[in-house]
């Protein structure tokens, strides 16, 4: 069964970051993956770039009306990025999720759909 874990975190750090803590937090995201893969979980992953990069597209009656710079809500923490893994259940989904290197902020874990 595979779940989404999103890392919402305030992009601030990462703006702010030395190269020394750019450093660790790779480490720790490597590690982190090298788990996931050694478990059999099939990981993959992706960063975001800083909400000034992005767009949101608005719709209403299935049509798209507006596009705004920056993210969908205004929100203290951002979704920075995100692993897919193939867990046996939501329980190890979260094990996984709490040992994630977030320093402050959240993990939503969230079961994907499969169609077809």
Known sequence: ????????????????????D??????????FG???TERGMDPSSEAHQPTAAAR???FQ????????????????EQL????ILDCKD????????RKLPVLEGAVEVRPVMVFG
């Open 90 to 97: 939501i329980d190890e989904a979260l094990e996984m999720a």
């Open 34 to 36: 090298a788990e996931a």
């Open 61 to 76: 009656g299935s049509k798209s009306v507006l596009v705004t710079d920056g993210p969908f809500a205004e929100t203290k």
């Open 22 to 31: 750019w450093e660790a937090a790779m480490i720790a995201h490597n590690r």
């Open 80 to 83: 920075g990025g995100f692993y």
């Open 1 to 20: 069964m595979k779940f989404a874990l999103l890392i919402y975190e305030d992009e601030k750090y990462y703006q702010e970051a030395t190269p020394a």
């Open 56 to 58: 949101t597209v608005r």
